[in-house]
Nanobody, 115 residues
Framework: QVQFVESGGGLVQPGGSLRLSCVASGYIFTNYPMGWYRQAPGKQRELVAGITTGGTPNYADFVKGRFTISRDNAKNAVYLQMNSLKPEDTAVYYC?????????WGQGTQVTVSS
């Protein structure tokens, strides 16, 4: 059974940083690109950043220069380092394989940016 377990969210002030972690299981991790997604209240879920099987990252324009995605294939993990956080980054953040659908989402991790 494919599973994604996200962690690392929390409450942070504008300009602060957080590092999200996601551990995947139930499939061969190295065979798939991974992505971080987010969903804010009242909005659709959107792709924030992706990383290929070879480790090449790509980012949505709204996080370029602030967020960094990485993966550790030995740990079946993907990370999202978030710097210079803004109130509009407030959302539940999820990780999942990119391009695999349908697929169950994990529980996500809440990120709240507020003073």
């Amino acid at each position: 059974q494919v599973q994604f377990v996200e962690s690392g969210g929390g409450l942070v002030q504008p300009g602060g940083s957080l590092r999200l972690s996601c551990v995947a299981s139930g499939y061969i991790f190295t065979n798939y690109p991974m992505g971080w997604y987010r969903q804010a209240p009242g909005k659709q879920r959107e792709l924030v950043a992706g990383i290929t099987t070879g480790g090449t990252p790509n980012y949505a324009d709204f996080v370029k220069g602030r967020f960094t995605i990485s993966r550790d294939n030995a740990k079946n993990a993907v990370y999202l380092q978030m710097n210079s956080l803004k109130p509009e980054d407030t959302a539940v953040y999820y990780c999942k394989r990119v391009g695999v659908s349908p697929e169950n989402w994990g529980q996500g991790t809440q990120v709240t940016v507020s003073s």
